[in-house]
């Protein structure tokens, strides 16, 4: 959510600044500006709508000269998405100008007791209250920067993080921090501040981590940190790996299908980086102490990773024989839970910024529960702030919708499941390794899948007019479903819904009516005949069917219906495969009805507020 770039240097700012924030895309947002400071002053420049209205608007960012910057792409929360609520935005005496991403929750308090002071404010944003906050305390204690700073955050309760310049220190960033993201960037006689890393790999790779409630002084020559007492600290640097061009497009039309495709590599990776020599290894990740046996344990995640979390339930359930239940994160962070001793919770995301995530993170450390992350970006806040981390080897994902780091995610899901089971003496050496034989043969089983991938095109294309979905299934036939649904709802917005097969009857089979689609998902054997039977009831009331299964199921159900098969695997590992169909059908009936698939409408790609 938000993109956030700074750049102080010897270079022009506004275009690497507006690079900068191309590359923030993916995160979500409806509006941007750019601020640069002048010879004299800071000027702004705002556009309502795509980033590229604001490149055409500063004719690339020719018309601002100057050597220092900030930029902002905006999620609305506060106010509607217009040029006037889009950032930066600077204070009544001009001297203090702010981009923000995240919320200020006791914004309304603020800024009434701004009002009394005689500020004035243009905007229906929270944003507004903290730079006229940052310019009350900088003129009434006259500490400087850092020191007006430090008194906002003593202030603001909510997230954010910000990047601030001020009039009097022409050659000076000045940002801040709390449970929104941010990192520094250091090149030759260049500093950098971003929301995320690609914004800025196209100039360095060495980057520092500023932790939660700090801030950071950039100038040319380098970076100071300071904790909420405005005392120095010290912060060491970290290079990063990541290529740059994974967040170029390579040649395909969407960030979305490259990244579809990538999943087979996505998955060979992550086995290849926790698998070796018919063992699984995550001494590096440091979780060997952490992971140990729990009595129980907890999965939360949002979104796709709550998905992931309800699959890997019935699975740990099933090879390890822990019990395990799974929450949304948002609903886990209020509840006053009740925790089992040597209770586990496993936090799943892909950004490591979901803020729902971290909070959940956080509130079980408070209980003094062991906390371990399945997360994709080293020296994220859940990664750093959880006892231990396994990292998902999925390179950048930019399009909104999750499709390699899901599947990542379940690698790593699977093989913490083998890894308990063998801890608790729960599976035997042959299984064990049969086991991990078989995840080896998935790479190759989902290339061979995509292979096929007409057959969705094709499917889309005949179905275009298609309205209402019902996806049904058992186990973990159910929990692929919800994230089937999920990937249709959000990029074709096509209404979609997932049921257990067996509540169908529960009230929602009043829904179905001629032309209705319905698809069942078979693949667990045990349960798949029971949900055959429901697609026969559905049939019989003018659905259309179609049967989502392995390779030999066609003998389950109706020669009739639709069917969609993947080759065979364990039935523990079934996602892994029958997702991909799913996540093609989102993908091509996306692009039939002429959506923005990488970008769908009001959706962000790393939820940084709640
Ligand atoms: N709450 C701020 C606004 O609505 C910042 C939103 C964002 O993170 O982009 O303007």
Redesign the pocket.
């Known amino acids: ?2 993109g956030i770039v700074g750049y102080i240097g010897k270079k022009q700012a506004a275009p690497i600044l507006l690079e900068g924030l191309k590359r923030l895309e993916y995160r979500g ?1 409806d509006s941007a500006g750019i601020a640069v400071r002048g010879e004299k002053d800071v000027t702004v420049v705002k556009a309502q709508g795509r980033l590229s209205n604001l490149v055409e608007r500063t004719e690339g960012g020719a018309l601002l000269k100057g050597t220092a910057g900030i930029g ?8 509607v998405p217009s040029e006037c ?1 889009a ?1 930066p935005h600077t204070a009544g005496s001009g001297a203090i100008t702010v981009v ?5 929750e006791n914004f309304r308090e603020l800024k009434e007791k701004l009002l009394r002071s005689g500020y004035a404010f243009r905007t229906e ?3 507004e209250v903290i730079v006229a906050l940052i310019d009350y305390y900088y003129w009434k204690y006259k500490g400087g920067p850092i020191d007006a700073i430090a008194r906002f955050m003593q202030r603001a309760r909510g997230a954010y993080a910000i990047a601030v310049l001020f009039r009097d220190f022409p050659d000076d960033i000045f940002v801040a921090r709390k449970d ?1 993201p941010m990192i520094i960037g250091e090149g030759e006689g260049e500093m950098f501040a971003a929301s995320d890393v690609p914004a800025i790999l196209n100039h360095t790779r060495k980057v520092y981590y500023i932790g939660n409630l700090e801030m950071a002084h950039l100038t040319r020559q380098g970076v100071t940190f300071y904790n909420a007492d405005r005392a120095v600290i010290e912060r060491a640097p970290t290079l990063v790996d990541l290529d740059p061009s994974a967040a170029e497009k390579g040649g395909w039309e969407h960030f979305m299908i490259k990244e579809i495709h990538e999943q087979p590599r996505t998955v060979a990776d992550t086995l290849s980086r926790y698998v070796s020599g018919g063992k699984i290894d995550f001494s590096e990740a440091g979780v060997t102490e952490c992971a140990a046996l729990p009595s129980h344990i907890v999965i939360v995640g949002c979104g796709s990773a709550y998905h992931v979390g309800v699959t890997l339930q019935y699975v740990i359930e099933g090879l390890a024989r822990i019990p395990v239940r799974v929450e949304l994160a948002s609903e886990f962070r209020y509840r006053s839970m009740l925790f089992e001793k040597d209770t586990l919770v496993v936090a799943i995301t892909q950004s490591g910024e979901t803020a729902d995530t971290l909070a959940a993170v956080r509130e079980a450390k408070a209980h003094g529960i062991r906390t371990l992350a399945i997360v994709n970006v080293q020296g994220s806040s859940v990664a750093r702030e959880a006892d231990g981390a396994i990292f998902t080897v999925a390179g950048s994902e930019i399009a909104v919708a999750t499709t390699k780091a899901y599947s990542a995610q379940l690698i790593v899901g699977y093989l913490l499941a083998l890894e308990l089971a063998r801890l608790n003496g729960n599976i035997g050496e042959e299984k064990y390794r049969a086991a991990l034989s078989e995840l080896a043969t998935l790479p190759k089983k989902i290339e061979s899948i995509l292979a096929h991938k007409e057959d969705l095109q094709k499917f889309a294309a005949e179905h275009m007019n298609m309205h209402d979905v019902f996806m049904i299934g058992r186990g973990i036939d159910y929990s692929l479903c919800m994230e089937g649904a999920l990937k249709l709802k959000e990029v074709s917005y096509v209404h979609t819904e997932a049921y257990a097969a067996g509540e169908l009857k529960h009230g929602t089979i009043s829904l179905i009516e001629q032309g209705t689609v319905v698809l069942g998902v078979l693949s667990q054997s045990f349960v798949a005949e029971k949900t055959a039977s429901n697609l026969e009831e559905v049939k019989s009331r003018g659905a259309d069917v179609i049967r989502l299964c392995m390779e030999g199921c066609e003998k389950i159900g109706d020669p009739s219906d639709t069917v969609w098969s993947v080759p065979p695997t364990m039935e523990w590992f079934a996602a892994s495969l029958l997702v991909v169909p799913l996540q093609l059908l989102a993908y091509y009936m996306s692009v039939q009805l002429g959506h923005d698939v990488d970008k769908p409408r009001n959706l962000a790609k790393s939820v ?2 709640e």
């Open positions: 959510m938000c947002y902002h792409t905006r999620w609305a929360t506060h106010g609520n950032h923000h991403n995240g919320i200020l944003t929270d944003t929104s940084t507020v």
